[in-house]
């Protein structure tokens, strides 16, 4: 498959099938990640797989504990300034999930049970936390969501879904309690990963993006 197709390809899979992946196949898909571009070859990161029972574990942390780590979290937030560009932001958002609710009521789907799954990982059969160490600068940062991009594409090679569960950050203090993490490891998100259920509503509602000129400065 071409490669920008392979990128048109992926998406957020809302519904899973209950097959577990193979252990090797989720192997490759974390060496992918970690073929990600990364400050010297420090390879700042950590990752851990989830699954059985310790995925059950992780979900009801989250379940618990999302509303007070979101409200302590938003406490701690600045008021982001209103002007042009947030103000179109802001209406891109409204706009697309508006649409995305639509979809899903004009074709069934169980509302309840995708809200919920922000919490338990859309019911994936494995789930993968990205970690990575502290830094003075944002390097290390960057190069852990390039290590989850790499992951999400070598996923879609083959034939899984992955969908981003930006859950974990918020409650990572809990997770990290649960699993007895270090302490100062970064969980800057998880991802769920398995097989998709195709018919889904879920996992077909309408994608788009905006015509790269939109978004493209040229200086000569």
Not at 52 to 78: H, P, S
Not at 119 to 125: L, M, V
Request: net charge negative; proline share 5%.
């Amino acid at each position: 498959m071409d490669i920008l197709e392979l990128i048109k390809e992926r998406k957020s899979i809302r519904c899973f099938k209950p097959d577990i992946p193979a252990r090797e196949v989720v192997l490759e898909c974390l060496e992918a990640a970690s073929w990600a571009p990364n400050p010297t070859s420090q390879q700042p990161w950590q990752f851990i797989v989830l699954t059985g029972d310790t995925l059950k574990k992780v979900c009801d942390v989250i379940q618990k504990n999302y509303a007070a780590a979101a409200a302590q979290k938003a406490q701690g937030e600045t008021e982001q300034p209103k002007n042009d560009i947030t103000e179109i932001l802001e209406k891109r958002k409204k706009d697309n999930f508006a649409e995305m609710i639509s979809f899903l009521q004009e074709n069934n789907a169980d509302m309840q049970a995708i809200g919920e799954g922000n919490f338990n990982f859309h019911r994936a059969p494995v789930a993968v936390l990205f970690g990575v160490w502290p830094c003075k600068d944002q390097n290390y940062l960057k190069s852990i969501v390039a290590a989850m991009q790499n992951f999400m594409l070598m996923a879609t090679a083959r034939g899984m879904g992955t969908c981003w569960a930006n859950a974990v950050s918020i409650c990572q203090d809990a997770i990290k309690k649960c699993l007895n993490l270090h302490g100062e490891l970064i969980l800057v998100d998880g991802v769920a990963i398995g097989y998709p259920v195709a018919d889904e509503p879920v996992n077909k509602i309408p994608r788009h993006r905006l015509a790269v000129e939109e978004v493209t400065i040229w200086h000569n």
